[in-house]
């Protein structure tokens, strides 16, 4: 009767709910039974919290009004992925495979391309450099390559361009010489520098008619360079244009009073005139410069 009446108290309080019981042993006691409990499923209702007791929700049963998203939970405008996309995950995933393999792809183009220009550049430089060391140590032979091969990398290079003229003129390549100072000259027309070293060209070949008109051209732009008075006196000379000759001599000299080479030269212009006295004056004072 004891035990009737108690499960009759206890009725009362199961109503609208179900137990759960579950066993934890407290220290020093016997193991007592704990009860549990958590609401009926049929108390959920749509937009209520899921835990009026902190419980998890049955299987099935969406959490409010929020929609399961396609790919990670991730909205599709974070995703910034056509709307189009959001019902087909596979779709999603390729399309973002794309993306990102495209923008690999454009980075690594940059960067072999910067790598390839950077190559280049150093190639040029190389090529540049030991040329001149050539050019300077008359390996003109050894140059002549090497400037060829910066000039095709740097076409605008005059400097490089001066120097493969300048080799390619002491190697005998004339016509090489002078259609890279024809070009040379095109870029910088009032360049007394090209002017004298087609001027000096065309005297190796023997063209001193166009070699006066160079070097008359570029001691105009630059009338202190005493090298272009006595080059230009030179062909004078062969010209055997006399008077022009020992003007331009004697113009050096005044720019440059141990020109020893000046002296030389005029003396040979004299003694073409047939003034020997002056001649032998002009070779004693070159004798005591050299």
């Known amino acids: 009767m004891a035990r009737a009446s108690r499960c009759a108290a206890v009725a009362p309080r199961l109503e609208g709910e179900t137990k759960m019981t579950r066993e934890m042993p407290r220290e020093g006691n016997p193991t007592e039974v704990v009860e549990d409990r958590i609401p009926l499923a049929e108390t959920l209702r749509d937009g209520d919290p899921v835990a009026a007791g902190g419980g998890i929700p049955p299987a099935g049963i969406p959490r409010g009004d929020k929609p399961i998203a396609g790919v990670g939970d991730i909205p599709l405008e974070e995703a910034e992925v056509d709307p189009g996309f959001s019902g087909n995950p596979m779709k999603f995933a390729v399309h973002a495979v794309l993306y990102y393999a495209g923008k690999a792809a454009d980075k690594i183009v940059s960067l072999y391309s910067r790598a390839f220009r950077l190559d280049r550049e150093y190639v040029a430089d190389f090529s540049r450099s030991t040329g001149i060391a050539h050019v300077e140590g008359g390996r003109w032979e050894k140059a002549i390559p090497l400037l060829e091969k910066a000039l095709a990398i740097t076409p605008d290079d005059q ?10 003129g002491a190697a005998n390549r004339h016509e090489r010489a002078y259609l890279h100072l024809e070009k040379a000259l095109k870029a910088s027309p009032n360049s007394a520098r090209v002017l004298r070293a087609l001027g000096d060209l065309c005297s190796r070949r023997q063209d001193y008619e166009r070699a006066i008109q160079y070097l008359t051209k570029a001691v ?25 000759a020992v003007d331009s001599f004697k113009e050096a000299i005044r720019m440059d009073p141990r ?3 000046a002296y030389q030269a005029l003396g040979f212009t004299y003694e073409g005139m047939g003034d020997r006295e002056s001649a032998v004056e002009c070779f004693k004072k070159a004798l005591e410069l050299e």
């Open 159 to 168: 400097e490089t361009r001066m120097h493969l003229a300048r080799a390619c």
């Open 220 to 244: 105009k732009l630059d009338p202190d360079h005493a090298q272009s008075f006595y080059r230009l006196g030179a062909a004078y000379d062969n010209r055997k244009l006399y008077d022009e």
């Open 259 to 261: 020109f020893a080479k």
